[in-house]
C-alpha cells in the first residue's frame, strides 16, 4: 500500500507541475531542441549557409544598419547600384539578429558573433510560438496536453523549416504572431484575449503584409462571436483599439522611407488607414452593443462594406496583385514563383506532406466542437475551427500558407489523439489497444510520417534531369563556390536574378537584380539580356555598370533562358560559344561557376 501510495503522490506531484509550471517547462523543451538544432546544423551555421535568398537579403539589411544606414532607410545599395532598390519589409526582424551580433561580438569576434546570430535567431519565435500553442491546447483540451502539442509542433514539417537555424527572415516571427492569434481567439478573459488578437496582429503587419488574410479571419471571427453573443462586447472593444493603435504605432516606429506612399505590398498609409478604419468602426460597434442579434449582424456587415467599398474607392491601385508589377513581370516571374502557386499545382510529394496535417487537423476540431456544443468550451472550439479551416483553404491559394497551415492544424491534431487513445487503451483486446494507439500516433503525426514515406518509398521521384537541377542550384551558392570571387577587384556582376543576393552577401562584389517585386526593372533588364542576342546582353550589361557575367550552369533559372529562348545569349554561353567581347577568368579546378570579364 506503502508503494501505490507513494507511486499516486508522484503522479499527482507530477500532474500538478504539469499543470502549475507550464510555461517554466516549456521554455525549457524549447531550450533543449534550440540547442539540438543548432549543434545539428553547426556546419550550416559555421558556414553561413543562407539557403533562402529572403535570409541573405535579411543578413544584409542588418549588416547596411549597424554600418551606419538610417533606421527608416531600407534600401540596399548593392543590389542595382549605385542608386540601389527599396526593401518592403521593416526593421523589426532585423533587432534580434543585430542585438545578438553585438552581444556576442566582444567575446567571439565580428565574424562568428555574425554566423552565431544567424544560427540562433530562427530559434527566438520557436518559444513564443510553444508558448501560444500549448495555451491553446490546455484551454480547449486539458492542462495536461501541451507536451502533446509540443512533439506534434516538432512533426510539422513545413512550419519547422522557418525556423531552422540560418532562416533569419521574418517568417517564424509571423507564425509565432499567429500562435498568439489563436490563443488569444479561445482565452477565456476576454479583454486579455481581444488584445492579444489585436496586438499580435498589428506587430504581423509590420514585419509584412503575409499574414493579412488571417488577420481578417481573425477580425471576422470576433465580430461574428460579438454577433452571438453581446457578451462578447469587451473583446472586440479591446481588439479594436489594439489593432488600430497599434498598426499605427508600428507605422511610426518601423515603416521605412519609402512605405510613406500609398503603396499596396506593406504596411504603408493604404492598410494603415484600413487598419485604423476597422478598429474604429469595430469600437463603435462594440460601444453600441445593441440587445437585438439581426441589429447586431446588420451593424456588422455595414462596417464591412463601408471599409471594402471606401478601400474600393481610395485606393483602386490596390484592387490587383499587392506587388503592383507590371503585366510582363507578373507573366515572367510573379507568376513562375512555386510558392505562390495553389497546393494542387504542387507534384505529390510536394503536396502531400504539407496537406495531410492540415486535414486532420480540421477533422479534429471539427469533432472536438462538435462534442463541445452546448459547454464553455463549444464557442471556443467553433472560434479555432473556423481559424484552422480557414488556413487549410488558403493552401487552395497558395502553397506557402503551408508552415501557417500546420502549426494551426495542431490543437485539433491534439484533441483528436486525447479523445482517441483512452478509447482504444479501453479496449479489452489487445490488438485493439496496440494497433488502435499505433493508428492514432500515424494520423496525429501524419505530417511527418507522409514526408518520410515520400523519402523512402519510390513515390514520385524527381527524374535525373531535375536531380542535376537541384545539385547545381544547392552547389553555386555556397560559400566555397563564391568566395573566390574575392580574388577580383570589387565590381558589379551580372548573373541570374536569384543569385544576386547571395553574391552580395558573401563577395565584396554588387550585382544586379534580386528576386524581389520593387526591383522589378532590373529582373526584367536580367531577363531580356540572357534571352536576346549577344548584343542586346551587352548593351544592357554597361547599362549597369556591370563588368563582370557569372552563371551557374543547370542552375533552375538558367534552364527558364534556355527554354524560353533556344539560340539566345544564354543558350549560346551553354553551348560554349565564345565572343570576343568576353574574357574567361579563371575560377577554382572544381567550381560551378563560371566567370567573364565584360570588355
Known sequence: MMVEGSTLHGRSRFTRALERDWVS??????????????????????????????DNMRLMQVRAWLGGQDWYDLRQYRLNPPGGYDMHWSRIVDLPIAGLILLLRPFVGAREAEMLACGIAPLLPLAITFLGIGATVRRLVSPYAWPLAILL???????????MPERIDHHGWQLAMLSLTVAGLCDPKPLRGGAIVGLAGA??????????????????????RWVWDRAEAPRLTIYALTLGAGSALG??????????????????????????MAGALLFALAWANPQNRWVRLALAVAAGAIIVIGFALIFPQCLGRPEQASPELQKNWLNMIREARPIYAHPFRIAFPVAVLPVVGVLGAAVATWRARGTALGLAWATVLLFVTGAALLLLWQVRAGPAAQMLAVPGAVALGWMLVPYF??????????????????????????????????IDRPDKRTQIVDRASGNCPTMSALRPLDRYPAQTIFSF????????????????????????????????????????????????????????PNMAESTIYRARAPGGFYDQLAHRKTFDWLEPLPMPKKSPLRLWQIK
Not at 206 to 218: C, D, F, N, Q
Open 25 to 54: 517547462l516549456t521554455l525549457l523543451a524549447w531550450l533543449g531542441v534550440a540547442v539540438y538544432f543548432v549543434a545539428q546544423r553547426w556546419t550550416g551555421i559555421h558556414f553561413l549557409q543562407l539557403g533562402d535568398t529572403d
Open 153 to 163: 509542433l516538432l512533426c510539422c514539417t513545413a512550419t519547422l523549416l522557418m525556423y
Open 203 to 224: 506587430v504581423s503587419l509590420a514585419i509584412g503584409l503575409e499574414m493579412l488574410p488571417y488577420a481578417a479571419i481573425a477580425g471576422a471571427i470576433l465580430t461574428l
Open 251 to 276: 507605422y511610426a516606429l518601423f515603416a521605412s522611407y519609402a512605405n510613406a506612399v500609398l503603396r499596396c505590398d506593406a504596411l504603408t498609409p493604404v492598410w494603415l488607414s484600413v487598419m485604423v
Open 425 to 458: 487503451q479501453s479496449s479489452k483486446s489487445a490488438l485493439v489497444r496496440v494497433f488502435g494507439t499505433v493508428a492514432v500516433i500515424l494520423l496525429i503525426g501524419s505530417g511527418l510520417f507522409a514526408g518520410l514515406a515520400i523519402r523512402l518509398l519510390p
Open 497 to 552: 536574378v536569384d543569385l544576386g543576393p547571395r553574391i552580395i552577401t558573401i563577395t565584396h562584389h554588387s550585382a544586379v537584380a534580386g528576386p524581389y517585386h520593387r526591383n522589378g526593372n532590373a529582373i526584367l533588364d536580367v531577363q531580356h539580356a540572357f534571352s536576346g542576342t549577344p548584343e542586346n546582353f551587352r548593351m544592357i550589361a554597361k547599362r549597369h555598370g556591370a563588368t563582370l557575367l557569372l552563371v551557374c
